[in-house]
């Protein structure tokens, strides 16, 4: 995390500008797969033109937003998005999406920064995503400790886990693991982990019966691994540690037997874990270079995990990359079917729940994309511009808000969803200026 800011948010309106010389469509790398596939670059298919009879756009928009939907996937030029502090941008309706009945679900965002920029921030802050589809600002903050980075609800909804991690300084020794619990509506600090001292807990994730909880530690010096926290007798205690060399991310399987980790000692950069026997059962290398993945998704019939990579300083940076996932006595196998190039800096990727698309935030050019998956293969559909340096993102998966989008970007909150294989916006809301406003990480109970 760079603390030093200052630089980035007065170029934030520059960052989308692409000069022509630089534009780029993206290619399907098929050197793995032995096949041919057409690019993408071709023009409207009659069957996906989203224009109406009119030549107007069949969808709703925000009326700042920029949707491209041309099948070449290039970098374009983003209008600057205006908003005012704290307001909410409504450009969708219940009627727009049948929503019959539901529930209202908390939704909770870091702040890791402080009011001069250069500084951690302390505080994490809890929103109220409602049963009629609108997004309520709860002017509620709760001071967790410095630099929070990551959060995450349970399963069940009744606990939430914080990441503390002050990275730009690990020998601060601040990194920590902070729980609350649900309490009449309400989360409340419960108990704090302090086995992360001197390390860098960096991505979390929960296994299908939410009583194991892993958080991958990527240790600057090259150690790092993967630690558990498991709920037993009702009470949540750090368990161990399993040795693991720069992990990045991890996502467990549908089946709850298995995770695939992005990481390893070179040239392995996937592993396989067993995280019921809690221990490595297999090292590929995969990509035969550097993966720096900070959202991993597998489909719910675990065919596909998709793998976004943004390192700078990897050869295959800037990249989407398609796992597919077949199985020998159990395990799970991977294999790269499908990468597609020049997509910049993607953050967070999600599968919608039919496991048909996948959405891609794309940090440093402020927009988000749809890619949909058919024949093992990624295809660009369509992106939404304009959403200043869109990076976490969460999501719905079940009821009547299923496969609804929450992006964190900037200073602002959107909701998205799946219209007519386009990406649409259906709610923004605005925090404010300040550095104190800035989000990071993003969260939605289940």
């Known amino acids: 995390m760079d603390l030093n800011l200052d630089a980035l948010i007065s170029d934030v309106s520059l960052i989308g500008e692409t000069d022509e010389s630089e534009i780029s469509d993206i290619c399907n790398d098929t050197n793995e797969m032995g096949e041919n596939v057409e690019s993408p670059d071709f023009e409207y298919m009659d069957d996906t033109n989203p224009l109406d009879d009119n030549g107007k756009l069949d969808v709703i928009v925000d009326e700042y937003a920029?949707?491209?939907?041309?099948?070449?996937?290039?970098?374009?030029?983003?209008?600057?998005?205006?908003?005012?502090?704290?307001?909410?941008?409504?450009?969708?309706?219940?009627?727009?999406?049948?929503?019959?009945?539901?529930?209202?679900?908390?939704?909770?965002?870091?702040?890791?920064?402080?009011?001069?920029?250069?500084?951690?921030?302390?505080?994490?802050?809890?929103?109220?995503?409602?049963?009629?589809?609108?997004?309520?600002?709860?002017?509620?903050?709760?001071?967790?400790?410095?630099?929070?980075?990551?959060?995450?609800?349970?399963?069940?909804?009744?606990?939430?886990?914080?990441?503390?991690?002050?990275?730009?300084?690990?020998?601060?020794?601040?990194?920590?693991?902070?729980?609350?619990?649900?309490?009449?509506?309400?989360?409340?600090?419960?108990?704090?982990?302090?086995?992360?001292?001197?390390?860098?807990?960096?991505?979390?994730?929960?296994?299908?019966?939410?009583?194991?909880?892993?958080?991958?530690?990527?240790?600057?010096?090259?150690?790092?691994?993967?630690?558990?926290?498991?709920?037993?007798?009702?009470?949540?205690?750090?368990?161990?540690?399993?040795?693991?060399?720069?992990?990045?991310?991890?996502?467990?399987?549908?089946?709850?037997?298995?995770?695939?980790?992005?990481?390893?000692?070179?040239?392995?950069?996937?592993?396989?874990?067993?995280?019921?026997?809690?221990?490595?059962?297999?090292?590929?290398?995969?990509?035969?270079?550097?993966?720096?993945?900070?959202?991993?998704?597998?489909?719910?019939?675990?065919?596909?995990?998709?793998?976004?990579n943004s390192s700078p300083f990897s050869n295959i940076g800037n990249t989407l990359s398609l796992l597919e996932i077949t199985y020998e006595n159990g395990v799970p196998v991977p294999t790269l079917v499908n990468t597609v190039e020049n997509v910049n800096e993607p953050s967070a990727s999600l599968f919608s729940a039919d496991a048909r698309f996948v959405v891609v935030t794309n940090f440093s050019k402020n927009y988000t994309s749809l890619f949909e998956i058919n024949n093992s293969s990624l295809t660009f559909r369509s992106r939404i511009t304009s959403m200043s340096l869109a990076d976490s993102m969460t999501m719905i998966r079940r009821g009547d808000f299923k496969d609804f989008f929450f992006i964190s970007a900037l200073n602002d909150i959107f909701v998205l969803r799946i219209e007519n294989e386009n990406l649409v916006i259906f709610k923004k809301l605005g925090l404010g200026d300040g550095y104190e406003n800035m989000l990071g990480d993003i969260d939605i109970e289940p």
């Open 66 to 308: 920029d949707i491209s939907t041309d099948r070449g996937y290039e970098d374009m030029q983003s209008s600057d998005m205006g908003s005012d502090a704290d307001s909410v941008v409504d450009t969708g309706t219940m009627d727009d999406t049948g929503i019959v009945e539901n529930y209202d679900r908390m939704l909770v965002v870091t702040h890791p920064y402080g009011q001069d920029g250069s500084s951690c921030g302390r505080d994490i802050e809890f929103f109220r995503f409602t049963a009629m589809g609108d997004m309520v600002r709860l002017n509620r903050r709760i001071e967790v400790g410095d630099c929070p980075i990551k959060v995450r609800f349970s399963p069940d909804g009744n606990y939430l886990f914080v990441i503390l991690n002050n990275d730009h300084n690990p020998q601060a020794g601040t990194q920590s693991v902070v729980l609350l619990k649900k309490s009449n509506s309400e989360y409340v600090r419960f108990k704090q982990f302090d086995e992360f001292s001197m390390q860098n807990p960096e991505y979390l994730v929960f296994d299908k019966s939410g009583n194991k909880f892993f958080i991958v530690d990527y240790d600057i010096k090259g150690r790092g691994g993967i630690h558990i926290i498991q709920r037993e007798q009702g009470d949540w205690n750090y368990k161990r540690e399993i040795p693991f060399t720069l992990p990045r991310a991890m996502v467990v399987m549908p089946d709850n037997r298995y995770a695939l980790i992005i990481g390893g000692e070179e040239p392995d950069d996937v592993a396989i874990m067993d995280i019921i026997d809690e221990r490595i059962v297999k090292e590929y290398d995969i990509f035969s270079d550097f993966v720096d993945s900070l959202g991993l998704d597998v489909t719910p019939d675990g065919r596909y995990v998709v793998v976004p």
